[in-house]
């Protein structure tokens, strides 16, 4: 006689298991808390990836200015001192301020060069790089008489936020 074996079947309700819907939510609410914070770091990310290029690009335009100031010195550096000029912006066009007053056509030039250069627009907005700036340079006699030496002061300050943005660079130039 045969004996045949029988393997009972597993219980297919009690073996297997799923995910319960509570399970579920609570995976989508931890999902969508993540991908919040994940955008919320965008939003940071971008926000001071702009503040890196407005500061870079605020460094540059003084920089730039104190070069020119520097190559001009020997024409430039004899009372009265022609770099003494205020330029203001909004957020659409540079304008305003007081220009200097000298006929030195070097001064002149570099006057409107710079109130230029602040003028650039953001490609994608269409505003000026440094939206409400302020840009200041101021020259008086530094050290003795005798060697004709100038402190030439940049000052270029902008707002764009909450807290104005400021850079400063100060150069001594004398005659040669």
């Known amino acids: 006689m045969r004996q ?3 393997r009972q079947k597993p219980n297919r309700c009690r073996e297997e298991r799923g995910f319960s819907l509570i399970e579920v939510l609570l995976a989508m609410i ?3 808390i993540g991908l919040l914070a994940i955008a919320a770091m965008q939003d940071v990310a971008m926000g001071s990836n702009m503040k890196a290029k407005r500061m870079s690009f605020a460094t540059n335009l003084v920089t730039e200015l104190v070069e020119r100031i520097r190559y001009n010195a020997p024409a430039n550096s004899t009372a009265p001192y022609p770099y ?3 330029v203001t912006c909004t957020t659409t066009a540079c304008a ?7 006929t030195n056509l070097t001064a002149l030039g570099d006057y409107t060069q ?3 250069r602040l003028a650039n627009l953001e490609p994608s907005t269409g505003q000026i790089v440094l939206p409400n700036a302020s840009g200041t340079v101021t020259s008086v006699a530094a050290g003795p008489a005798t060697l004709g030496q100038v402190l030439i002061t940049i000052a270029l300050t902008w707002s764009s936020g909450i807290v104005p943005a400021t850079v400063t660079m100060s150069t001594i130039v004398a005659p040669l």
């Not at 305003?96 to 000298?102: D, I, L, V």
């Open 4 to 6: 045949t074996l029988y």
């Open 30 to 32: 931890f999902l969508a």
């Open 84 to 86: 003494n000029f205020t």
């Open 96 to 102: 305003g301020g007081t220009a200097p007053t000298t």
């Open 114 to 116: 710079w109130v230029s």
